[in-house]
């Protein structure tokens, strides 16, 4: 096993506990998401046929979470001129894998957890400057990172990219239409993300398109890209940004096991230097409500391959007893990475005429 999946065998398990501790942060509570969302397909057998808007997450041709916006903030542009490819992370958790290693596309149950939780916490960011694209897949199941059975794992990862590059596919024939492309994700996802890029980006015509790739919550070793190259600052396009967020003096076993270095970029000041960048620069976070933004709640600093923040304080956090921040990698710099989505998509357009 690779040290990259060596790294969910930790991930995934704290993943799981941090579901408990920082549900506030990404609830799939929000019924009235799921009450509005028609989970009907035409589609009978285990494939998805992307032809059918019903196996899109997001869209911009349909109602959907990720067309929601905090309390507060401006409403997404309909009229956008940049697309955001948003690979969404696990939401198929069972550690009983009682429907197999992958989930199955027309689950309701998996959908629901998806739509109330990443897409309408995570893929809305984007919605401001950008048409939001997030394809259903049989994603892997979340022990599939961590399990002793090698081969299962990496075949159900295997057939969860497959289904993505299907939807990029896809979406490039009916919809891109040569507009700018941003390329967005969250831990499973960003497994996908990675590979996705290597495949129609790096090196390829496609790359011209690439105004910035959004891969965060798994490490980007520095030996995984040959030619793209991790974000300088907060305006420069056909880079990447990634980052784990960890609670500051803080550094997980697996962390200090890892042999390779990883990029970070601090979301505060979009630059890859160790300069303290204090919680008076962080322009809101999104808590469970969903209902409005909170400036200045973590501060931020790269360490190493990770990057730390404050213990966040609010109504409830007494009750967080994880050092590990995965879940709210985006919720904590919501309105940040927002801000920085138009202002690289505008530094994209001036650099291409």
Known sequence: MSIYKQN????????ILSLFSFGLMISCSHKIYGQL??????NKSDLPDYSDLNYWAASPFKYNPSDEVPHGLKDQQKDSLADVFFIYPTSYTSRQKPDGWNADINDATVNGKTDNGSILYQASVFNRYCRVFAPRYRQ???HAFYTNYKDSGEAALDLAYEDVRNAFEYYLKCCNQGRPIIIASHSQGTWHAERLLKEFFEGKPLEKQLVCAYIIGLPVFTNYFTELKPCADSAATGCFVSWRT????YVAPYIEKETLK???VNPLTWTIDTVFAPASLNKGAVLRNFNK???GLVNAQIHGNILWVNKPKFLGSIFIKTKNFHIADYNLFYENIRENVGTRIRAFLKKTG
């Not at 969910?8 to 993943?15: A, H, K, P, T, V």
């Not at 969302?37 to 035409?42: G, S, V």
């Not at 960890?246 to 003096?249: E, I, L, N, P």
């Open 37 to 42: 969302i028609n989970y009907q397909f035409t």
């Open 246 to 249: 960890f609670q500051s003096g």
């Open 293 to 295: 933004v909170i400036p």
């Open 262 to 264: 990883a990029y970070v």
């Open 8 to 15: 969910f065998l930790s991930e995934g398990i704290i993943f």
């Open 140 to 142: 892997a199941n979340l």
